[in-house]
C-alpha cells in the first residue's frame, strides 16, 4: 500500500508517495544565519534569512509526523585541516573560511558556526549531511542514500535559495528526482535572487521541479 499526497504547486499540483519521498533542508547553520559567521563576513544582512526559519521549521514539524518521510540535513563546511578548499574558492569568499568568527573558524566542521541552529536542529534519527560545496551532491553519499532508500521525490527548504538550495535542486533533477522547492522555507540574503530562482525552478512547465507554499505542503500531509 502506497502513502500518496497531492500537494497544490506551480506550474501544476503534485503527488508523491510519501514512502518514496525524502525532506532536505539546506544548511540551515549559524554561519549564514547569524551575525559574525560566514554570510555577514561577506557583507550580507543576515537577518533576511530568518524569514525562512518559521515555515522550515513548520514543515520539518510536519514531516516528522509521517512515518514515511525520511529526513535529511545538510551542512556546507570544510575539514578542519582545510584540505578541501580550493584557492579559487577561498578567493571568491573574501578569503573568510578558516578565519575566526563569532562561531569559531568560519565554515570549518566541528565548529560552532558550523551547525545547525536550535529551530530546526536535527534529531539522532535524522541524516546530517557533511558537504564541501554548494550543491548537496557534489562529493557526498547523498545519491547513495536516497537511492538505498527508494527515494523518488525531493521536498526542499533551506537557504540560500539561488545557491545551495538552485544547484541542489539542478543537480536532483538531472539525477531523476522530482523535486519540490517550498518557496516560503527558502530564503537569500537577496530579495530578487530569491524571487528569480524560485521561478526558474517551475517556468517551462517546471523544468527542474514544482514550487508550493509551506501552508499548501502542510496541509496536505495533514489531510
Aim: hydrophobic share 40%.
Amino acid at each position: 500500500m502506497t502513502s500518496t499526497v497531492t500537494i497544490p504547486a506551480k506550474p501544476g499540483p503534485v503527488s508523491f508517495d510519501l514512502t518514496k519521498t525524502a525532506l532536505i533542508i539546506i544548511d540551515m547553520q549559524k554561519d549564514f544565519l547569524e551575525k559574525g559567521g560566514f554570510g555577514e563576513s561577506l557583507g550580507n544582512d543576515v537577518g533576511k534569512l530568518f524569514k525562512a526559519v518559521a515555515p522550515c521549521k513548520a514543515v520539518l514539524d510536519a514531516c516528522r509526523n509521517q512515518d514515511d518521510v525520511l529526513i535529511i540535513h545538510t551542512r556546507e563546511g570544510h575539514r578542519p585541516q582545510e584540505v578541501c578548499i580550493s584557492k579559487h574558492k577561498l578567493s571568491q569568499t573574501n578569503n573568510c573560511i578558516g578565519k575566526a568568527g563569532a562561531f569559531g573558524r568560519i565554515l570549518i566542521r566541528g565548529e560552532k558556526g558550523h551547525d545547525i541552529i536550535p529551530q530546526v536542529y536535527p534529531l539522532e534519527s535524522e541524516v546530517v549531511l557533511d558537504k564541501p560545496g554548494k550543491g548537496s551532491f557534489f562529493a557526498t553519499d547523498l545519491e547513495l542514500i536516497l537511492r538505498a532508500q527508494n527515494i523518488e521525490n525531493l521536498i526542499v527548504c533551506g537557504v540560500t535559495t539561488e545557491v545551495c538550495v538552485h544547484t541542489t535542486v539542478r543537480e536532483a533533477n538531472d539525477r531523476g528526482f522530482h523535486c519540490l522547492v517550498i518557496e516560503d522555507a527558502c530564503a537569500s540574503y537577496i530579495d530578487e535572487f530569491h524571487a528569480a530562482a524560485i521561478k526558474m525552478v517551475w517556468a517551462q512547465g517546471g523544468i527542474f521541479g514544482n514550487v508550493a507554499s509551506s501552508e499548501e505542503l502542510i496541509k496536505a500531509l495533514q489531510a
